[in-house]
């Protein structure tokens, strides 16, 4: 479980920040996404009742474009969270490390005041402690959205294929444009599901979840 | 870490902390220095991360840790303050006084209970234990933003890092022959102080306080006449002209 990783061996503050730097490239895909899923709705405006098969297609694109840019937000806001946290945590993880110095240094030698010494490691821990399940916090937090969003994405996926379906049922001109906004979704669902995918393993790897 | 008595006097105490034993041969030795009056304590560039642990550990010979409720940085140097992330945890109710200069670097080494107190360009007295300090400008010795502080009922001068001396291992801690000792400050002085106006302002300013010692934060505490022979050196030494 995560709650035993050892975030120190893992290195986990250099994959939280390449991870955040890597998940970034999702926001743009996202409002990539949400920017086809108003051309579809243009089209089909434009197509009127020769399009009307397209409409439910469209409606359902818009909303998938709506929840993935809500998403990506989340997912942006936990990466980074995830990366600010990991990285302060060195602070504290070092606080610990002094700390102990300091104790072993008190012991050496008669300190009149050694007992504060010894209460500020037992702080140090306590605070490092509570750093490490601020980070996993977060980390599973991540976790939870970034499978959300590639389920999301093969919906998105499925959308794409019915959408090219249904595509090539219209006259040639609007055939070519929806079956271009069907393929742009495809292809950006696919990028955000391979980069999540990919950030993901690493994630649960370095998490043992 | 040492720590050697510069002055005491009922509840009014000056230590000095140096010449680590363990210190890594690589870092620079620094004198830490604490004054104590009253129920209160005060840290005068209290170091770098590395010594934080011997610093907590040789206070705490002296003073309960949670008497520490001031701490001063001459300037933005790490050997100064780059303690002050690991301060920021032991330390509670603190206040950091230190340029104003400097605020937005220095709390770039952490600083998120500790309360930063700025230093005008003109200096400031504080009351410790109901005794006063002043911060003395020192600006361009050799921070453009610098201060010394000055104690006059001790008459300590805490100099920074004018009169440092970057002296061998196990050096006394005080200056015993003052013209060998030159040789330990003079590159120093032309390499890190980059202005004579500057230094010439400084020393005028000293020359009006009453010193009975002078404290730098390397190397070794001046006495008596010897503070007087070290204005008049450095008076006549050109300072940034070590790399032509």
């Known amino acids: 479980m995560a709650r035993t990783v050892d975030l120190d061996k893992s290195k986990f503050h250099l994959l939280a920040v390449s991870v955040a730097a890597d998940l970034a490239d999702v926001k743009k895909q996202g409002e990539a996404i949400s920017f086809e899923a108003m051309n579809a709705k243009v089209l089909v405006v434009r197509?009127?009742?020769?399009?009307?098969g397209f409409k439910p297609i469209t409606d359902f694109m818009v909303e998938l474009a709506d929840n993935t840019i809500d998403l990506v937000r989340a997912i942006e806001t936990e990466a980074l969270a995830v990366s600010h946290h990991s990285v302060s945590r060195l602070r504290t993880a070092n606080a610990v490390r002094m700390a102990d110095k300091a104790v072993l240094l008190s012991k050496k030698s008669k300190l009149q005041f050694d007992a504060e010494i010894k209460a500020f490691a037992q702080k140090t821990v306590i605070a490092d402690h509570r750093m490490v399940e601020n980070v996993l916090e977060h980390a599973l937090k991540l976790i939870r959205l970034l499978k959300e969003i590639a389920e999301l994405m093969m919906s998105a996926n499925a959308v794409a294929a019915s959408a090219r379906v249904e595509a090539a049922a219209l006259e040639a001109h609007y055939a070519r444009s929806f079956a271009s906004v069907s393929d742009k979704l495809d292809e950006c669902s696919t990028i955000v599901r391979d980069k999540v995918n990919s950030n993901l393993a690493l994630l649960e790897k370095a998490l043992n979840v | 870490m040492k720590a050697t008595i510069l002055y005491e006097s009922g509840d009014h105490k000056w230590i000095i902390f140096g010449r680590d034993p363990e210190k890594k041969d690589k870092i620079v030795d620094t004198n830490q220095h604490m004054v104590i009056a009253g129920d209160e304590a005060i840290?005068?560039?209290?170091?770098?991360i590395e010594l934080f642990a011997p610093m907590l550990a040789a206070v705490a010979h002296h003073v309960p840790i949670s008497k520490i409720k001031t701490l001063f940085a001459s300037h933005q140097d790490p050997d100064i303050i780059s303690s002050l992330g690991l301060w920021d945890q032991v330390l509670e109710g603190a206040t950091l006084y230190a340029p104003w200069l400097w605020e937005g670097f220095i709390r770039h080494f952490g600083c998120d209970s500790i309360e930063y107190a700025a230093i005008p360009d003109?200096?400031?007295?504080i009351r410790l234990g109901g005794r006063k300090l002043h911060f003395v400008p020192a600006h361009y010795l050799h921070a453009s933003g610098n201060f010394s502080v000055y104690d006059p009922a001790a008459k300590?001068?805490?100099?920074?890092d004018v009169g440092a001396a970057l002296l061998p291992d196990d050096a006394p801690m005080f200056v015993e022959d003052f013209d060998n000792h030159v040789q330990y400050m003079?590159?120093?002085?032309q390499r890190w102080m980059p202005s004579n106006t500057a230094k010439?302002?400084?020393i005028n300013r000293v020359?009006?306080?009453d010193v009975e010692m002078m404290s730098p934060q390397h190397g070794a505490v001046f006495r008596g006449a010897d503070i007087t022979r070290f204005?008049?050196?450095l008076e006549a030494l050109d300072v940034g002209t070590a790399v032509q």
Not at chain 2, 43 to 48: A, H, K, N, S
Not at chain 2, 122 to 125: C, D, P, S, W
């Open chain 2, 231 to 233: 204005l008049d050196w």
């Open chain 2, 43 to 48: 840290l005068l560039d209290p170091g770098g």
């Open chain 2, 156 to 160: 300590i001068l805490m100099s920074g």
């Open chain 2, 200 to 202: 010439q302002a400084w």
């Open chain 1, 47 to 52: 197509a009127g009742a020769m399009a009307l």
């Open chain 2, 186 to 189: 003079k590159g120093f002085h």
């Open chain 2, 207 to 209: 020359r009006q306080l």
């Open chain 2, 122 to 125: 003109e200096g400031m007295e």
